[in-house]
């Protein structure tokens, strides 16, 4: 489960958060599940679904006339590839901007700021 995914919907991460909690599911007990403000329809999920195989990230299986899915790439993998687009994207692939802003606007914790000396000073050495 750790190779690197195609790009993922902020719609499909939605689903696949779903199959990460619990899987595998048919395309209806993921419609079932979906969140009701999204107002998604069986066809919307399996569309969704169809889109998540064909780029590699849920896997199928045949359950007699339906298909059972399951996620094929961690959690883990689709957080960091979607945080390295939104650093690309806003702060030009540099992280100490990031950081920055995060701390002029006080919402990092005196835990999260002893976390990130740790992990410089590991990285440093």
């Known amino acids: 489960m ?3 995914p195609a790009r993922i919907s ?3 991460q939605q689903l696949l ?3 990460w909690d619990e899987s ?3 395309a209806a007990e993921i419609a079932e599940r979906a969140p009701a403000d999204r107002g998604w329809s069986l066809t919307t999920v399996k569309t969704m679904l169809s889109r998540l195989v064909a780029k590699g990230v849920l896997g199928a299986e045949p359950d007699g006339r339906r298909f059972l899915y399951r996620a094929l790439v961690a959690r883990e993998t689709v957080a960091s590839n979607q945080a390295g687009r ?4 806003l702060f030009g692939g540099r992280v100490s901007p990031l950081v920055a802003q995060l701390a002029e606007e006080g919402q990092l914790s005196k835990d999260d700021l002893e976390e990130l000396e740790a992990l410089v000073r590991s990285l440093k050495s």
Do not use: T
């Open 2 to 4: 750790g190779r690197k």
């Open 10 to 12: 902020e719609a499909e």
């Open 17 to 19: 958060q779903l199959l």
């Open 24 to 26: 595998p599911l048919g």
């Open 86 to 89: 939104l650093i690309d994207r």
